[in-house]
């Protein structure tokens, strides 16, 4: 079975500087990583993915993540935040045959950014 | 194009209660998700339609929940009777890769 840990339930962080949010997963078989960002009231938003290939991935609003397997973690990192990233950010897992679309999310992470 | 349509938005009922949900998908997503967002958690699986089959059921409650998507567009996600338990985000998301799901903005069901 697959499950997915974020470290920080709330990360507060002044506007303007970098952030980094913190992934870790566990599998047995290989997995598709992804991180959605759900804004108050809202459903889910993808913000990039990690599929294959290049172990950096960018995605929108100008965020990215690391894939590194020997860690088995999918770090997201935005250099400079702002007001409007404040949101609840989650990363998820799916296994890369059989059952997939079936995301298993982590609790969360709450990003507040302050002025 | 349109998203992910789901209502009720915000649904409060009394508990034992029936009460039900409704998304429409994407046009042309054949696969469609209903997704339980608990407080405080992310989301977690309840069932998985291609089309119209329901080909991951497993995590649905079958004793009070049921759901269908006659037809292979929309779908109903229902619950009868409701428990205080039940209060809850009820997400809706549909794809046409299983990579890149779509999520409707969520029906906030409050039993009492």
């Known amino acids: 079975a697959q499950s997915v840990t974020q470290l920080d339930s709330q990360v507060p962080v002044f506007e303007e500087a970098p952030v980094e949010l913190r992934c870790n997963y566990s599998s047995s078989v290989s997995v598709y990583l992804f991180w959605y960002v759900q804004y108050p009231n809202q459903g889910l938003q993808l913000l990039l993915k990690y599929l294959s290939g290049s172990t950096l991935v960018k995605g929108i609003n100008g965020f990215e993540a690391e894939f590194n397997k020997s860690q088995t973690s999918f770090h997201l990192r935005k250099p400079s935040v702002h007001i409007s990233d404040t949101a609840e950010y989650f990363c998820?897992?799916?296994?890369?045959?059989?059952?997939?679309?079936?995301?298993?999310f982590g609790k969360g992470t709450k990003l507040s950014v302050k002025p | 194009e349109a998203g992910v349509v789901q209502s009720p938005r915000y649904k409060i009922i009394e508990k034992k209660q029936p009460v039900a949900f409704w998304c429409n998908p994407i046009?042309?997503?054949?696969?469609l998700y209903w997704y339980l967002q608990n407080l405080g958690q992310g989301p977690e699986l309840l069932i998985r339609?291609?089309?119209?089959?329901?080909?991951?059921d497993s995590q649905l409650p079958k004793d009070r929940f049921s759901a269908e998507r006659l037809k292979g567009v929309d779908s109903t996600l229902k619950i009868q009777p409701a428990e205080l338990g039940d209060s809850a985000v009820y997400l809706c998301?549909?794809?046409?890769?299983?990579?890149?799901?779509?999520f409707g903005e969520g029906s906030r069901l409050t039993v009492l």
């Open positions: 339609y291609e089309n119209e089959e329901a080909v991951d």
């Open positions: 998301a549909s794809s046409l890769r299983p990579e890149e799901l779509f």
């Open positions: 998820a897992v799916s296994v890369t045959g059989g059952s997939q679309g079936n995301l298993i």
């Open positions: 046009s042309g997503h054949n696969t």
